[in-house]
């Protein structure tokens, strides 16, 4: 007797578009995204269809979907060679594999859930996607990311290293001047950089990601420009050597050099406007440069006496304080203007802190925050980073007698918590 196949609506990413920022593995809840140094995948026997990476997702790269056959249904693997999305199999293609075309979608069954196993703690499921209410228009995608020709020319005008010289960190301040073509940007938006040639498959290098550093009037003010903080990337996440791609271009760049840039990105990692909002923000390293864009605009608002600005928090963590990017001038703002809290994982002699352990030390100012409105919370580097940070405002809020679900939603629905890992 013929049987029906299923057909589902698999899930698949554009690798044309993808700018590999990692939002996509980030958001999901399932773990059914995964990368390598080439494509981000979705694997089809662990994708429900929640639809959770969507919308976080700055190219629209993520939202794409291929009838198949389920016994046909793309692997891993395979999407992980793609350098371009397959054709959609026609209805006589799904008919001739015995595919019933007016099914409804499927989401592969990944078997039944042990009722009585803890569900493990999700940090990025209180990530808002909405961005605060008062935040400005943010434009994106003005300029690729589908082809190179899209792109856009900046001209490096400025590279300062940020990090003291002879550490391992070795982190750059880049400013790039787009001359007479409009970029418009925001504070806690991103672009991307084209390296020049080809990998090693022979295929032009892909984009890579950098946040802005510099606030939405630029790193000079009434100039096209913007700024950008990047580390070369000498490893990987595991220790092992590598020469980042564009990481060791953009850093060695000089005064005068050209470089290709697609962009902007982002649309939800936005700062508040509206007066007396409060921003605290929770970085690592690089993770610092959309915190240095918020302080940026807030400091030229005060200069102005035209802006009632609230409370701004940072608490900024790095092995040592020679890695810490920006470390002289930020002592040099006014304490009544930031408060700013450092930890430190690698100082000899002294015990390793991390950021979520000075914000548990600074418990008794943050739950007013967390009870207010008006706050609004970023938290921007290492993924490591994204679960002990959201289980210290979690605890805080506890101790203080808050139920977390209730706080945890608000922070979320309210676009008052903005997770941004990598």
């Known amino acids: ?6 057909v589902i609506k698999q899930h698949l990413i554009d690798p044309e578009i993808c700018i590999r920022c990692n939002t996509c593995e980030a958001t999901c809840p399932v773990g059914a995204i995964t990368h390598d ?13 929640c639809m959770a990476c969507i919308s976080p997702c700055p190219t629209g790269s993520i939202d794409n979907w291929r009838s198949m056959p389920l016994a046909r249904a793309y692997t891993p693997e395979e999407q992980l060679t793609w350098d371009e999305l397959p054709a959609e199999l ?3 293609e799904l008919a001739e594999a015995g595919a019933v075309t007016d099914a409804a979608p499927a989401a592969v069954a990944s078997g039944p859930a042990d009722a009585n196993a803890a569900a493990p703690f999700n940090a990025g499921a209180y990530g808002a996607t909405l961005p605060p209410w008062s935040a400005a228009h943010a434009y994106t995608n003005l300029y690729g990311p589908k082809a190179a020709e899209k792109s856009v020319t900046a001209t490096v005008v400025g590279n300062v290293r940020v990090t003291e010289v002879g550490t391992d960190y070795d982190t750059h301040h880049i400013v790039l001047d787009f001359g007479a073509m409009p970029f418009p940007v925001l504070e806690g938006q991103s672009i991307g950089i084209l390296p020049p040639g080809l990998d090693a498959h022979g295929k032009p290098h892909h984009a890579r990601q950098y946040s802005i550093a510099s606030p939405r009037n630029g790193e ?11 580390k070369r990337v000498l490893e990987d996440h595991q220790g092992r050597p590598v020469r980042g791609v564009a990481s060791n271009f953009v850093c060695d760049l000089q005064v005068g050099d050209t470089v290709q840039v697609i962009g ?3 649309s939800s990692f936005l700062m508040p406007n509206h007066p007396k909002s409060h921003i605290v923000m929770i970085c690592t390293g ?5 915190m240095r864009a918020m302080t940026e605009w807030r400091r030229r608002l005060r200069q102005s006496g035209k802006f009632e600005g609230g409370k701004l928090m940072l608490f900024f963590g790095a092995r040592t304080q020679q890695e810490l990017p920006y470390f002289g001038p930020l002592q040099n703002l006014p304490k009544d203007f930031i408060d700013s809290n450092f930890a430190f994982s690698r100082t000899p002699g002294a015990p390793k802190r991390y950021v979520q352990d000075v914000m548990r030390e600074r418990a008794a100012d943050l739950v007013p925050l967390l009870k207010d409105a008006n706050s609004f919370f970023y ?5 490591s980073m994204e679960e ?5 405002l979690r605890d805080i809020a506890t101790a203080a007698g808050l139920d977390w679900d209730t706080v945890g939603a608000a922070l979320k629905r309210e676009g008052r918590l903005h997770l941004e890992t990598y």
């Open 388 to 392: 002990g940070v959201v289980l210290a």
């Open 90 to 92: 026609s209805a006589e």
């Open 1 to 6: 007797m013929d049987m029906a196949v299923t």
């Open 379 to 383: 938290v921007c580097g290492l993924k």
């Open 264 to 266: 902007p990105f982002g």
């Open 286 to 290: 690089t993770g610092s440069a959309p």
């Open 220 to 230: 000079r003010p009434g100039y096209n420009n913007l700024s950008l903080t990047v």
């Open 37 to 49: 140094d080439r494509n981000y995948v979705v694997d089809a026997a662990k994708c429900n269809l």
